[in-house]
């Protein structure tokens, strides 16, 4: 029974953590790096599984409260990282993403309907459903997760079947394994596990009674290494399947349309397009999802519950819809700077939150704030 718990809890945080970011950014770097591909997918795998797993243990540890762990680094501080955190969460990046990535599945059988035709019915789709907070929408990620996960492994399996020798670039090892170290961070789990861990673990606490820190971080490394292997397990078929295939996968500049393209391609067209509605509906739903959480934080944290829940959910939904027309690569170019600038520190402060929880360590502000100056140091003056 515990087993089967823990196992439950590991195939959540896959359920959590996979969405549009997981599915481009592994395809896009296969297809980018040929037959060095396996040095790029060791890179990705540390940022992409690894990093979230510690941000998963460390968040338990914090009793799956985000505000007790940012607190850790000062009450300002703290706010704003949060506020940072949530925004790229929310209607700044990963709400976008997922609809732009629902775009360009839906667009390539659709070619008339423009993103900001599509924008506009996704915000509306949303607001339907964030509105009334449904229940359709649970019962519609409980299908359709082991639907899109059983297409997406059905290309994997049929991309492998029928493979061929990766193309040879003239990239060097170096630079592949960098160029996967960076594209993990493009998925941003790491912030996902920290803000989300407490809907997994607060059960899975409760009902095999953990106590102790100890216990904590022993079960949450046993239910995110689960899901931390599913998903490497994904990210290497991803990048293997689309490293065998990058010749016919080239000149395709935006990233979200390359599973388009290779599922009609792997799958055939009626396949093709069974695997691209799924995709499509499963991130509008992640969508759903995180547009309620945000419009919460707006209303009760930002506002202080001064503006009632509607006008948050149309300022959430309204900033969703600019940003998701500035299609999938310019969201990506904006957010770029304050990705790669934060998250290092980020990374550290979920490490040291493990040694403060765990050994008593007292210094945790110090760490995060070098590291945050040193990668600010290496990016822009270097």
């Known amino acids: ?89 929310g209607p700044f990046a990963i709400i976008p993403r997922c609809v732009t990535v629902s775009h360009s599945a839906v667009s390539y059988y659709l070619p008339w309907l423009s993103l900001f035709s599509f924008s506009l019915i996704a915000a509306a789709a949303i607001f339907g459903f964030t509105f009334r907070q449904s229940a359709v929408i649970d019962i519609i990620g409980r299908f359709l997760g082991p639907l899109k996960l059983t297409l997406l492994l059905s290309i994997v399996i049929f991309g ?63 239910a995110g290494g689960i899901g931390a292997v599913l998903l490497a397990l994904v990210y290497a078929g991803f990048c293997i399947v689309a490293a065998m295939y990058a010749p016919a996968l080239q000149g395709i500049t935006d990233r979200s349309k390359i599973l388009t393209v290779l599922a009609s391609i792997i799958l055939g067209p009626q396949a093709g397009i069974l695997a691209n509605i ?43 819809t600019v940003m998701a027309n500035l299609g999938f690569e310019k969201i990506m170019n904006l957010i770029a700077p304050i990705v790669i600038a934060c998250y290092p520190a980020l990374i550290m402060l979920a490490i040291v939150n493990i040694g403060h929880q765990i050994w008593g360590w007292r210094h945790v502000k110090l760490p995060v704030a070098l590291t945050l100056v040193a990668t600010l140091i290496v990016k822009y003056i270097w």
């Open 1 to 89: 029974m515990k087993f089967f718990k823990i196992f439950s809890a590991g195939l959540a945080m896959f359920a959590m953590l996979f969405g549009a970011g997981n599915i481009v950014f592994p395809l896009a770097l296969g297809r980018d790096t040929g037959d060095m591909v396996w040095y790029a997918l060791f890179g990705f795998i540390i940022t992409a599984t690894i990093v979230p797993l510690i941000g998963l243990v460390s968040a338990n540890l914090a009793d799956g409260d985000y505000k007790k762990l940012f607190k850790l680094i000062g009450r300002v501080p703290g706010s704003i990282a949060i506020f940072l955190c949530l925004l790229l969460i």
């Open 278 to 320: 799924t995709v499509a509906v499963a991130c509008l739903t992640t969508s759903v999802a995180l547009t309620a959480v945000f419009t919460d934080y707006l209303q009760t944290e930002i506002f202080k519950n001064k503006v009632n829940y509607l006008t948050c959910l149309l300022v959430t939904i309204s900033i969703t």
């Open 160 to 222: 492998l079947y029928w493979s061929a020798t990766p193309p040879s670039y003239e990239i060097t090892p170096q630079d592949s394994f960098m160029r996967g170290l960076i594209d993990g961070y493009w998925t941003l789990d790491l912030l996902a596990t920290i803000f989300f861990s407490s809907l997994i673990f607060s059960g899975l606490k409760r009902s095999l009674n953990l106590t102790s820190k100890k216990q904590q971080v022993i079960v949450g490394l046993q």
